[in-house]
């Protein structure tokens, strides 16, 4: 696991850790020493903790103009012992809601379990932004882990169905990623009617 590192191509565009609004500003990262562990694996040193035990995350890119993000997430997300949504909400989701944010993408191709509980935290960040026209979509979720997020019935809330398994995101500039998700919900909105 110490060989996954975040995206890092869209660096020339955006670095959490310089940007004055992001959580994350001002952090430095030792590129030779492994400090954060998922289980008992060391992880790459460019991943950020942000309260949790077992997720970690990285902001890859955040747009205050035009109002959205895209976060990496790797690890264990566990809601059921240490409540991770509430802490993603709390020390990341927040501060994007409160600088204009209101269109959440979340990678979850590193996320190895999920452990759902009740869908209350998850409720309340949909109802954060859904007046500015916000969403909160998940894209590249292992097959099980999309399961468990069924189960807990978060898809109320979250868009993370099957037509969001975009294997090829990387190759994407941010603006063309939104482009093409926000493709996918209008898709999915008129299949609907």
């Known amino acids: 696991m110490h060989d996954i590192e975040p995206h890092h191509l869209w660096r020339d ?9 992001s959580p994350h ?38 747009d205050y103009d035009d109002g959205f993000a895209f976060v990496e ?27 204009g944010i209101s269109r959440h993408v979340l990678v979850l191709d590193h996320v190895l379990n999920f452990h759902g509980s009740d869908n209350s935290y998850y409720e309340e960040w949909y109802e954060d932004i859904i007046e500015a026209s916000g969403y909160i979509c998940f894209i590249n979720g292992l097959d099980h882990v999309t399961d468990e997020m069924k189960t807990s019935q978060i898809d109320h809330y979250v868009n993370f169905s099957d037509d969001f398994q975009i294997p090829n995101w990387r190759s994407y500039k941010p603006k063309s990623l939104i482009a093409k998700i ?8 008129s299949r609907l009617h």
């Open 25 to 62: 500003f001002g952090r430095v990262y030792d590129e030779f020493k492994f400090t954060q562990k998922v289980y008992n694996y060391f992880i790459h040193p460019q991943w950020d903790e942000f309260g949790s035990n077992t997720l970690y995350a990285k902001i890859l890119y955040a």
């Open 182 to 189: 926000e493709m996918i919900l209008h898709a999915q909105t």
């Open 73 to 99: 997430l790797i690890g264990e997300w566990n809601d059921c012992l240490t409540n991770d949504v509430l802490v993603l909400k709390q020390n990341i989701i927040d501060e994007f809601v409160r600088h």
């Open 13 to 21: 565009n955006y670095i959490s850790a310089e940007d004055k609004l």
